[in-house]
T-cell receptor, first 115, second 114 residues
Framework: SQTIHQWPATLVQPVGSPLSLECTVE??????LYWYRQAAGRGLQLLFY??????ISSEVPQNLSASRPQDRQFILSSKKLLLSDSGFYLC??????????????FGEGSRLTVL | AQSVTQPDIHITVSEGASLELRCNYS??????LFWYVQSPGQGLQLLLK??????LVQGIKGFEAEFKRSQSSFNLRKPSVHWSDAAEYFC????????????FGRGTSLIVHP
């Protein structure tokens, strides 16, 4: 069966420090991969998505970046964190059945606090 | 552009009471429709989905949802709420025929009183 792992679960970082959140999917190949951010009471904001290795689309301009170095690995990064980067980050992958279905499977999330 | 509206930010019900969470979408064609649930500090879990066919779909944990094309709605229901159902609920829409990017509603927070 397919599983998705996301780490670290919790992170406290000072302003200006770098960030790396990792996500890996097991049990499937060539998934679509997504990074969402969830601020308190504001729903889900799509940050990046990827349809293949090295292919990244950005939905929101900001100081974050994403990379997909392997088929089932998706990394969210920042060179210098801002206070506004605090939030709950969710990685997700999409089932591909006769094309994209829109059904997402989410990781457990990473809580980032920038101080 | 497609959009999803969840008009209720918070819903409070008593344990054992029935529940209906509203979801409306804006799109010309029939999309794929989803409901997800999120417990505090955790990721989202799929409750149910509608792709085609029977407009009343059954999901996990005793939830069901009904697709009404004429109203562009996909409301989530449960006949008897349990305290463990307290969570955030998200409705989502994706273009039928293939879309990389589901659109999510802002979520409805369900509070269950004993």
């Amino acid at each position: 069966s397919q599983t998705i792992h996301q780490w670290p679960a919790t992170l406290v970082q000072p302003v200006g420090s770098p960030l790396s959140l990792e996500c890996t999917v097991e049990g499937t190949s060539n998934p679509n991969l997504y990074w969402y951010r969830q601020a308190a009471g504001r729903g889900l904001q799509l940050l990046f998505y990827s349809v293949g290795i090295g292919q990244i689309s950005s939905e929101v301009p900001q100081n974050l970046s994403a990379s997909r170095p392997q088929d089932r690995q998706f990394i969210l990064s920042s060179k210098k964190l801002l206070l506004s980067d605090s939030g709950f980050y969710l990685c997700a992958w999409m089932v591909r059945l006769m094309g994209d279905t829109g059904e997402l499977f989410f990781g457990e999330g990473s809580r980032l606090t920038v101080l | 552009a497609q959009s999803v509206t969840q008009p209720d930010i918070h819903i409070t019900v008593s344990e054992g009471a029935s529940l209906e969470l509203r979801c409306n979408y804006s799109y010309g064609a029939t999309p794929y429709l989803f409901w997800y649930v999120q417990s505090p500090g955790q990721g989202l879990q799929l409750l149910l989905k509608y792709f085609s066919g029977d407009t009343l779909v059954q999901g996990i944990k005793g939830f069901e949802a009904e697709f009404k094309r004429s109203q562009s709605s996909f409301n989530l229901r449960k006949p008897s709420v349990h305290w463990s159902d307290a969570a955030e609920y998200f409705c989502a829409v994706a273009l039928s025929g293939g879309s990389y990017i589901p659109t999510f509603g802002r979520g409805t927070s369900l509070i269950v009183h004993p």
